[in-house]
Nanobody
Framework: QVYVTETGGGSVQAGGSLTLSCEILGTTFTRYCMGWFRRVGGKEREGVASIDSDGNTNYVDSVKGRFTISQDGAKNILYLQMNSLKPEDTAMYYC?????????????????????WGKGTLVNISS
């Protein structure tokens, strides 16, 4: 069984920074696409950033230049460094993983391309 766990959410003022982490356990993988998504209220989950096993990264336009997706050396921990945070970044952030790289890692990042999900971590940005 694959376990996906996000941590690092919290409350900060606008202009501040947070780093989210996502640990993926329970399986080994070589080809993959991993991504960060966010959801506000009852809206659809939005793809924020992705990284694949070839090292390609993609970002939604609203976070380009502010957010950075990365991994640890073992590739089972995914990070999202978020700088210059804005109130509109407030959301529940989710980590998603496709551990066979089915081909959905190109923008726009869609949640149907992911097979495994964490329960999310809440980010709240105050003005």
């Amino acid at each position: 069984q694959v376990y996906v766990t996000e941590t690092g959410g919290g409350s900060v003022q606008a202009g501040g920074s947070l780093t989210l982490s996502c640990e993926i356990l329970g399986t080994t993988f070589t080809r993959y696409c991993m991504g960060w998504f966010r959801r506000v209220g009852g809206k659809e989950r939005e793809g924020v950033a992705s990284i694949d096993s070839d090292g390609n990264t993609n970002y939604v336009d609203s976070v380009k230049g502010r957010f950075t997706i990365s991994q640890d050396g073992a590739k089972n921990i995914l990070y999202l460094q978020m700088n210059s945070l804005k109130p509109e970044d407030t959301a529940m952030y989710y980590c998603g993983a496709d551990l066979v790289m089915r081909g959905y890692c190109t923008p726009p990042l869609e949640d149907y391309g992911m097979d495994y999900w964490g329960k999310g971590t809440l980010v709240n940005i105050s003005s």
